[in-house]
Each structure stands twice: as C-alpha cells, then as structure tokens.
C-alpha cells in the first residue's frame, strides 16, 4: 500500500512537466520558424533594394554626370563590389546590430577625394523616426483596440439589428476606401472646415507630450477607420459561432443576461481569433503607416522609407524594410502564441 501511494505522489509530481513540454515545444518551433522567415526576408530585401534602376551615385550627381565620375562614387561606397559579399557584409552588420552608413548624409565631398566626411548611421536615422511610428501606432491601437472589441460585441449582442447591419456598412465603407482618401476626408472635415485638429503633423525634438498627441491625433483616427473593420467583424463573427454552444446555452438557462453570456462566457473561448486579426492589424499599424505618413508630412520611419527610395539611399532602405518584415514576424510570433496559450487543450493536455 505505501509503494502505491508513492508512485501515485511520483507520477503527481511529474504532471505538470508533462502540461509544459507541448506548449514550450510548440513556442520553440514557433520561433525558429520566426528566424527562418526572417534570414529568408532578408535575402529577398537586398535583393529587391539593389534590383531597383539607378543607384545612389547617378542619382547625387544627375544626368550629366560622367561615368568616371559615378565609378569613382560607387567605388568608395562599395557599390562595385560582389552582391553576394555585399549581403554577408550588411547581414553581419544586421547581427551586431550595425546597419551601416546613410549614403545621403554622408559629405559628398569625401565622395570624390576633396574632404573627409561625418557619415551618420543608419541607426541615427531611424531611432527617432521608428519611436515616432511607434508612438503613432500605440496611439491607434488604444483607440482602435477596445472600439472595434467594443463594437464587435455589440453587434453579436443585437446581431442582424439595425445597428448590426449600419456598423457592418459602416466598417466596409470605411475598409474599401484608400487611406490617402480618408486621410483627406477627415482634413477636410476636421482641419478645414471645422478647425479641431492640425492637418500636418509636424513633431519635433522636445515637443511636449499633449501637443504631440494633438499633432499625431488626424493620423491616428485615418489609421483607426482603417483597421477596426477587420477587428469588428472578426469580434462578431467569432463571437457568434459560439452562441449555440450546449454552455452557453447553459449560461442562459440559468437566468444570466445576454450582456453577461458574451463577456463572461463567449468572449473568453474566441480570444483566439479575436488575438490574430489584432496582431495581424497592429503589424499593419507599423508597416502599413506609409501612405498616411506621407500624407500628414508625419516623420516616421515610412516618410523616411519614401525619401530614401527617391534619392536611392540604400542601406537606409534596407533598414526601413528589414524593421517592416521583423515587425510583422514579430507580432505574428506573438499572436501565435498567445493563440497557443489561450488553447485549453495545449495548457491542459489528457
């Protein structure tokens, strides 16, 4: 009797190793998929960015520049050398966290022997153009986040209502339209006729947090039309296939209201779902913000993306497109394994 009752302790004490091992397995598969995904990105950026017609030195020195003259300037930026050196070189650089110099700001003097000049990193560059899209994004994930949640249960709540049908028209309305075109609606209305919010945002170096916010607010909301109607509609939809669940039909048989059975019990089992289409729009927030920086003249990483593709800046935009695909791998890492936590039968294995 006392060896059973010490095996039943063993084979007690070994459970939650056994609960662990698939989640963290699943993790670690996750992330070296991540990897993977990554170093291949990497591969089809260089390529991409070094594809593209001209290059750097025809486009500092025009059309009237002599090929001596463009030989020598891509001589010293290393623009003659192997492709394939030129990858390693730059992927080394990226593992040490090195991305090398922007061509555009460097002394065009030092270029062509008559000077010595102060090159800035791409780093420089894009640290405070990064922390600007970021606080951009954070700004319309707090807005858009809860609104779309929010609205999504509402419409599983009074589904094929009028204020179902009106949201659903209201989220594609606002889903077809082009973003330079609600970036302009929401001028006109908010800026020009009625003037509440500036229509460029114009932030600067030790501006103070409300006028930032004020500046960043127009963006924000064109960012924010944009994205809730994919969160709405995937909230509803989710919700809604389990509302004929034998537990939440349970839920109502005991007299709870309808508000309460979608939040205490729906919306907890479809936060699967709910959580990949709200990373997958918060990536979108990072690497989609592009047009709508251009728009408001915000300087964000994606105004500076625009810029350095006209003047064929290269390493900078190396940089702004291995920061897009990483931001994205990212946060799908992310909703992936949240989805893998939120999963009861990989926290709770039989």
Not at 253 to 265: A, C, D, E, F, Q
Request: one cysteine or more.
């Amino acid at each position: 009797m006392e060896a059973v009752f010490v095996n039943l302790s063993v084979n007690k004490n070994h459970k939650p190793t056994g609960i662990v091992n698939p989640v963290l397995r699943i993790i670690l598969q996750r992330l070296a998929l991540g990897v993977l995904t990554l170093f291949i990105v990497s591969i089809v950026i260089f390529t991409a960015v070094n594809m593209l017609p001209g290059d750097f030195a025809e486009a500092i020195l025009g059309q009237g520049a002599t090929p001596e003259a463009v030989a020598s300037i891509r001589r010293d930026l290393g623009l003659d050398q192997n492709p394939v050196l030129r990858y390693f070189d730059w992927l080394g650089g990226v593992l040490t966290g090195d991305l090398g110099n922007s061509f555009a700001q460097a002394n065009f003097a030092s270029f062509v022997g008559e000077g010595s000049g102060n090159s800035t990193t791409v780093a420089q560059q894009i640290a405070p153009r990064f922390a600007n899209t970021m606080f951009l994004a954070g700004v319309t994930a707090a807005i858009a986040v809860p609104f779309a949640v929010t609205l999504g249960v509402l419409a599983a709540l009074y589904r094929n209502s009028v204020f179902d049908k009106a949201a659903n028209v209201a989220t594609l309305t606002s889903i077809s339209s082009p973003e330079f075109f609600l970036a302009y609606i929401l001028i006109l209305f908010l800026a020009v006729l009625n003037p509440v919010l500036p229509s460029l945002s114009n932030i600067y170096e030790g501006i103070s947090f409300s006028e930032r916010l004020t500046k960043t607010l127009l963006p924000a909301l064109t960012l924010t039309l944009v994205v809730t109607a994919h969160m709405m509609r995937m909230t509803r939809a989710a919700i809604i296939n389990l509302l004929a669940s034998p537990y939440i039909e349970m839920a109502r048989l005991k007299g709870l209201t309808p508000m309460r059975v979608i939040v205490h019990h729906a919306l907890p089992n479809a936060l699967a779902p709910i959580i990949n289409v709200i990373a997958l729009n918060l990536a979108y927030l990072i690497t989609g913000v592009v047009v709508v920086e251009v728009v408001f003249v915000y300087p964000g990483i994606g105004q500076l993306f625009v810029d350095s593709v006209k003047i064929r800046d290269i390493p900078v935009v190396q940089a702004c497109c291995l920061i897009f695909a990483a931001a994205y791998i990212l946060l799908n890492l992310i909703a992936d394994i949240l989805s893998i936590l939120t999963n009861p039968r990989l926290r709770h294995p039989k």
